[in-house]
């Protein structure tokens, strides 16, 4: 559970979208700040992680609804499944939603040794639900000039929450790092793409 959450996947430039609302809008909402998310679908009893065990029935996030509009409103939807997703990764192993995001085998090829880790039994995270947060740092994303409404950076502060433990057999206890949970300003670019969002970088 050690990887960044720095992701990359190709995006293309060259694409216009049919939709023709505007994603730099004002959609009336400031969305500065920690990211939110609360599209979960719930099976079973959630019983969080500890030291001993790993979470069980950890709530999986499911694309909200109007995560491919292309507006603030669909760009946030987008960009806070991605990060919910990338938590749920984290916590649990499974890639699933955030192969949502990218495409099938996306979190065999980025998260090998995480996805391991869980499957042995190896090792786990507990101590928070959420080991990667984002602090956005605007209300809404710029567009990039010249770009014709597709592409988007959106500036926040990303880093590894102070509270969360990495558990891993017969070694001591994990805390995290003062440098990985240090603010650092990571830029997303987002692009509106074929009838969706795409994040081609978070760094």
Do not use: C
């Not at 599209?39 to 009893?45: D, F, H, I, R, V």
């Not at 499911?62 to 919910?84: I, Q, R, T």
């Amino acid at each position: 559970a050690s990887e960044t959450a720095s992701a990359s996947a190709s995006a293309s430039a060259s694409a216009s979208p049919s939709a023709s609302a505007s994603a730099s809008a004002a959609s009336g909402k400031s969305y500065k700040g920690p990211m939110k998310f609360d599209s979960y679908e719930k099976t079973g009893e959630y019983v969080p992680a500890s030291a001993t065990n790993p979470a069980e029935n950890m709530p999986k996030p499911v694309p909200p609804a109007n995560m491919k509009e292309h507006s603030v409103d669909g760009a946030y939807a987008f960009l806070s499944f991605w990060l919910a997703s990338l938590n749920y990764l984290m916590m649990t192993g499974n890639p699933a939603p955030i192969e949502h995001i990218y495409y099938n085998g996306y979190g065999w090829e980025k998260y090998q040794s995480t996805i391991k880790l869980y499957a042995s039994g190896a090792g786990w995270v507990y101590g928070t639900e959420t080991p990667y947060i984002v602090e956005l740092l605007t209300d809404a994303p710029r567009e990039v000039p010249g770009s014709d409404n597709t592409r988007f950076i959106w500036e926040g502060y990303s880093y590894m929450d102070p509270k969360m433990m990495r558990h891993y057999r017969n070694q001591p206890e994990k805390a995290t790092s003062a440098d990985e949970s240090k603010k650092r300003v990571a830029r997303f670019r987002l692009e509106y793409k074929d009838g969706k969002w795409e994040l081609s970088s978070a760094a």
